[in-house]
């Protein structure tokens, strides 16, 4: 079965320090991973997604993310937090017309 | 460019009373439709998808029923609502690589 797995429930980061978001998925023949961000009472916003090529994928508002075929990891990153950064974050995995999503890392500034 | 729209954005409802979100799609022909829910503090949960007009596939056994009766409209029913039935729907619609975009979502309380 399908799965991803987003091991932080919640990330307590201070304003402008770096930030990783851990995401590891279930390995498939063909891998399309995704990562969204959810502000409060607000749909999904896709934030990047890797379908093939480089490796490493940058997406908006300053993030990027490293697909890891070895390690099954798709981890997001940003080198510097606002507290505009403050939201639900959900990886995603791509397969049979639909997404598994993890359970969402709440990430929170601390100014 | 593609736009999605679900109304209404609030919605609240007696226990029992009959329910209809509607999902619309612009800009874009054939799409994968999907509707989720979110409960309070949790991660989404796949009620439905649609891959075309009239098919629908169900996820989870439960008191919600879904349509699709033009191209890019999408319907969530339920005869009768259950307190259980809270939460925000969320309608998405796939791109060509599997990512999805998402509407607003509606926030459903039933009392």
């Known amino acids: 079965a399908q799965s991803v797995t987003q091991l932080d429930s919640q990330v307590p980061v201070f304003e402008e320090a770096p930030v990783e978001l851990r995401c590891n998925y279930s390995?498939?023949?063909?891998?399309?991973l995704f990562w969204y961000v959810q502000y409060p009472n607000q749909g999904l916003q896709l934030l990047l997604k890797y379908l093939s090529g480089s490796t490493l994928v940058k997406g908006i508002n300053g993030f990027e993310a490293e697909f890891n075929k070895s390690q099954t990891s798709f981890h997001l990153r940003k080198p510097s937090v606002h507290i505009s950064d403050t939201a639900e974050y959900f990886c995603?995995?791509?397969?049979?017309?639909?997404?598994?999503f993890g359970t969402g890392t709440r990430l929170t500034i601390i100014p | 460019s593609q736009t999605i729209h679900q109304w209404p954005a609030t919605l609240v409802q007696p226990v029992g009373s009959p329910l209809s979100l509607e999902c619309t799609v612009e800009g874009t022909s054939n799409p994968n439709l999907y509707w989720y829910r979110q409960a309070a503090g949790r991660g989404l949960q796949l009620l439905f998808y649609?891959?075309?007009?009239?098919?629908i596939s169900s996820e989870v056994p439960q008191n919600l029923s879904a349509s699709r009766p033009q191209d890019r409209q999408f319907i969530l029913s339920s005869k009768k609502l259950l307190l259980s039935d809270s939460g925000f729907y969320l309608c998405?619609?796939?791109?060509?690589?599997?990512?999805?975009?998402f509407g607003p979502g509606t926030r459903l309380t039933v009392t």
């Open positions: 998405a619609w796939s791109g060509q690589g599997g990512e999805q975009y």
């Open positions: 649609s891959v075309g007009i009239g098919q």
């Open positions: 390995s498939s023949v063909s891998v399309y």
């Open positions: 995603a995995k791509n397969g049979n017309e639909k997404l598994t």
